[in-house]
């Protein structure tokens, strides 16, 4: 008896993990990008003499990262059976709703980062990014006259 419920636990789970496979770069991609943010968040905090503790982590990075999963996979559940239906008629991209989410949630973090490398390093890195873009721009208008 309890072998058979090994089994069919196991392929419930395999079934779930095999529904949810196309967005689990995603998931992965904001998870990444929230342990980024988290270790430039511990490094601010040590600059600005504050300990970091395990118990702020579990409290501040395992519920954001355990929502923004639940977020994108509850979205995506909605792509599945709802949405894509309708946003394939305006967009050839398959589950943009999705992916749209996935975005919001790396922006946040990227600004987030952005603020933390601020306090760090004292200037902003996406300010640096976006003077980059101009002066390129400049270099190529002056090169096509």
């Known amino acids: 008896m309890k072998h058979h419920i090994v089994e069919a636990s196991t392929a419930v789970l395999k079934g779930i993990l095999f529904f949810f496979s196309p967005v689990a770069f995603l998931v992965l991609g904001v998870a990444l990008v929230s342990v980024i943010d988290s270790i430039y968040g511990i490094k601010k905090a040590r ?69 933390n490398w601020q306090v760090i390093k004292g200037y902003s890195f ?10 390129a721009k400049q270099v190529r208008k002056k090169i096509e006259e």
């Open 47 to 115: 600059k600005n003499g504050i300990k970091p503790s395990s118990k702020k982590f579990r409290y501040g990075f395992v519920p954001k990262v355990g929502g923004y999963t639940f977020v994108i996979l509850l979205t995506y559940f909605l792509d599945y059976y709802l949405l894509n239906e309708f946003t394939k008629s305006w967009v050839s991209i398959p589950y943009v709703s999705t992916k749209i989410i996935s975005i919001i949630f790396i922006a946040n973090e990227v600004v987030s980062i952005d603020e």
């Open 126 to 135: 996406l300010k640096k990014f976006y003077d980059l873009i101009v002066k």
